[in-house]
C-alpha cells in the first residue's frame, strides 16, 4: 500500500508565473513585503523572509511591479496555507512561502487583476 498521498489540486483559477520583479505587501495585522511569484484571478504565491515563526495572517494585500509600472491596493485576501522554504545554509531569518485567496473584489479591482495577468506574466504555471 502507497503511503504517500498525492495532492489534489484544488484552485478552481489558473495560474500564471509573475515576469519581472513584483512585490506585494501584506497588512492587517502582520505587516511585510514578499517577491511575487505566480497569481491568478483567485489568489497569488509570494516568497518572504521574516524573523519570525508565525505564520502571516494577510487580510489584505497590494500588489506593485518594480518601478511603479503597476500598482494595485487593498485586495481583501485570507492567507491558505504557509511553508517554510529550504535553506541551505540556515540563519535566523526564515524564508517562507505564502499562498493566499483573493476575497471579494472589486469590478475595478477584477479588471486590474486582469490587466496585470495579461502584461505581467509569462505563461501558466
Known amino acids: 500500500?502507497?503511503?504517500?498521498?498525492?495532492?489534489?489540486?484544488?484552485?478552481?483559477?489558473?495560474?500564471?508565473?509573475?515576469?519581472?520583479?513584483?512585490?506585494?505587501?501584506?497588512?492587517?495585522?502582520?505587516?511585510?513585503?514578499?517577491?511575487?511569484?505566480?497569481i491568478s484571478m483567485g489568489g497569488l504565491t509570494f516568497d518572504w523572509v521574516t524573523s519570525q515563526v508565525l505564520p502571516v495572517q494577510a487580510t489584505k494585500v497590494d500588489i506593485c511591479q518594480t518601478g511603479c509600472s503597476f500598482t494595485l491596493y487593498d485586495v481583501?485576501?485570507?492567507?491558505?496555507?504557509?511553508?517554510?522554504?529550504?535553506?541551505?545554509?540556515?540563519t535566523s531569518l526564515h524564508r517562507k512561502r505564502c499562498g493566499v485567496k483573493f476575497g471579494e473584489l472589486t469590478e475595478s479591482q477584477k479588471a486590474r487583476l486582469k490587466y496585470f495577468i495579461q502584461n505581467h506574466t509569462t505563461g501558466e504555471v
Open 76 to 90: 481583501p485576501c485570507l492567507s491558505i496555507w504557509e511553508l517554510s522554504v529550504y535553506e541551505k545554509h540556515p
Open 1 to 38: 500500500m502507497d503511503s504517500k498521498k498525492e495532492r489534489v489540486e484544488q484552485r478552481q483559477c489558473k495560474r500564471y508565473r509573475v515576469r519581472g520583479d513584483a512585490v506585494v505587501i501584506f497588512r492587517s495585522p502582520d505587516v511585510g513585503t514578499g517577491l511575487l511569484i505566480d
